[in-house]
């Protein structure tokens, strides 16, 4: 019964480079979540998607920031010229139905350094 | 917008102390949930909290739903070094799935 899966772990990048974040949500689990946390920060809401939409993207920065979650395959953050503010923690959580109601799961989350 | 505010930031206690820390919402809040952190971990759920005064208990850990659902609590009897970590509580922020999470506590245990 595998958990939530994220890849890469760590993840290098130099300025003004892509970086791509994969999450695999639980079995079972349609609803997606992206949070960020910089070092000794709590964990700031970035995007809530379900399969193929996006259904809350409020803590999405206006540029350089997507995400997606195809109908096959895992959700998808996506960074365009990473900047050294983008050093951060990415986790990714999910749950069987809106966060609301259920517990979210998290990953073991995405540590992207910028250089 | 929702704010969801934690106090203290940090805790330094001797094992076997209890330890409390607070949680408050600036609006009315659906249900409040409960997680920690361990260092260089990922957030692990804890409970959740839906009712108007209610008190739930896992063991050593007490979670508190103020009157008003606007505030929470959690308190641990008699610490362990296995407790150390950083909590956060996170509220319903008024779209669906939008958990607003506090800046957490992070507890720090002395053998």
């Known amino acids: 019964n595998a958990g939530v899966m994220q890849n890469p772990r760590h993840l290098v990048r130099r300025r003004g480079q892509e970086a791509r974040l994969r999450c695999s949500p639980m079995?079972?689990?349609?609803?997606v979540y992206w949070y960020r946390q910089l070092p000794e920060e709590g964990l700031k809401f970035m995007v809530y998607?379900?399969?193929?939409?996006?259904?809350?993207e409020s803590g999405m920065p206006k540029e350089r920031f997507s995400a997606e979650f195809p109908k096959e395959g895992p959700s998808i953050l996506r960074i365009q010229q990473v900047v050294r503010g983008d050093s951060a923690a990415y986790f990714c959580?999910?749950?069987?139905?809106?966060?609301?109601?259920?517990?979210?799961?998290f990953g073991p989350g995405t540590r992207l350094t910028v250089t | 917008g929702q704010q969801v505010m934690q106090i203290p930031q940090y805790q330094h206690v001797q094992e076997g102390e209890d330890f409390t820390t607070y949680c408050n919402s600036s609006t009315t809040l659906s249900n409040i949930q409960w997680y920690k952190q361990r260092p260089g971990g990922h957030p692990v759920f804890l409970i959740q909290?839906?009712?108007?005064?209610e008190v739930k208990k896992q063991k050593r850990l007490t979670f508190q739903f103020g009157e008003a659902k606007k505030n929470s609590s959690l308190h641990i009897t008699a610490t362990q070094t296995t407790d150390v970590g950083t909590y956060f509580c996170?509220?319903?922020?008024?779209?669906?799935?939008?958990?607003?999470f506090g800046k957490g506590t992070k507890l720090s245990v002395k053998p």
């Open positions: 998607l379900q399969k193929e939409n996006i259904i809350d």
């Open positions: 996170a509220g319903y922020g008024g779209s669906q799935g939008n958990l607003i």
């Open positions: 909290l839906v009712k108007s005064g």
């Open positions: 959580a999910s749950s069987q139905s809106p966060g609301q109601t259920y517990e979210q799961y």
């Open positions: 079995k079972g689990h349609s609803h």
